[in-house]
């Protein structure tokens, strides 16, 4: 009963728009435990994720929600799924192949020259990799899996709904990364991206908080990230 409580929470909360071309990043006051627990989770959450090439209703919610302080970027998403697929797996799997998953892309720069991408399973695997754009759009790019972002904190939770994870992303490992182009962010600081998932269910669905209007690269379409703008 609880888990349900916490999910209508959420759903009412509900208070970013999906069509906005700026997500924005409040600053916590309160440490933000990675527990894959989000009744502690403060910051507003989104309108439902949608169908990322079509903007059409996803058939199982997500909603997510970012913060940060000082020293972490931190990203919260929940997830409504009546069949979980996935398991525990080593450190870098492809998850997305497999596994149902929350994924956030982010990068430093406006024009988008090279971002990071994290996906989490419901059991706490994750895996974290560079991509490196070739070309002015992305549209040619290279996984660079040799990267790590260290002292990265992820954790998932099962509900009785279906499941939670919690992230947060150090941003000085961030700023160690060859080629990342990271930076500590201050407030006004606005870095590009975008939050998805991969539903493994009866019907399988990629969903992202902002669609997408080209449908050519899947979820990379990097000339197409939110602005996340950080703020107070």
Not at 116 to 138: H, K, M, P, Q, T
Request: proline share 3%.
């Amino acid at each position: 009963m609880k888990n349900t409580l916490i999910v209508v929470f959420l759903l009412i909360f509900s208070v970013q728009q999906i069509k906005s071309q700026t997500v924005l990043i409040h600053k916590t006051k309160q440490p933000i435990v990675i527990d894959g627990d989000l009744s502690d989770w403060h910051s507003p959450f989104s309108q439902p994720f949608v169908i990322h090439n079509s903007e059409e209703k996803a058939t199982q919610t997500t909603v997510a929600s970012l913060s940060w302080d000082n020293n972490f970027l931190y990203i919260a998403y929940n997830s409504i799924d009546s069949e979980i697929v996935g398991k525990a797996r080593n450190q870098d799997s492809p998850l997305f192949e497999t596994d149902d998953l929350v994924e956030i892309f982010i990068s430093p720069d406006a024009k988008v020259k090279n971002y990071i991408e994290i996906g989490v399973n419901a059991f706490s695997s994750n895996y974290d990799l560079l991509i490196r754009c070739i070309g002015s759009d992305c549209a040619k790019r290279k996984s660079d899996l040799s990267i790590s972002v260290k002292g990265l904190q992820t954790a998932s939770k099962i509900t009785d709904s279906g499941y939670s994870v919690e992230i947060a992303v150090p941003f000085s490992s961030l700023n160690e990364i060859t080629n990342g182009n990271f930076k500590t962010p201050k407030i006004g600081t606005i870095w590009k991206g975008n939050l998805f998932r991969i539903d493994f269910g009866q019907t399988k669905e990629y969903q992202s908080l902002k669609a997408y209007k080209s449908k050519k690269y899947g979820f990379h379409q990097a000339a197409e990230f939110a602005e996340l703008r950080f703020v107070k």
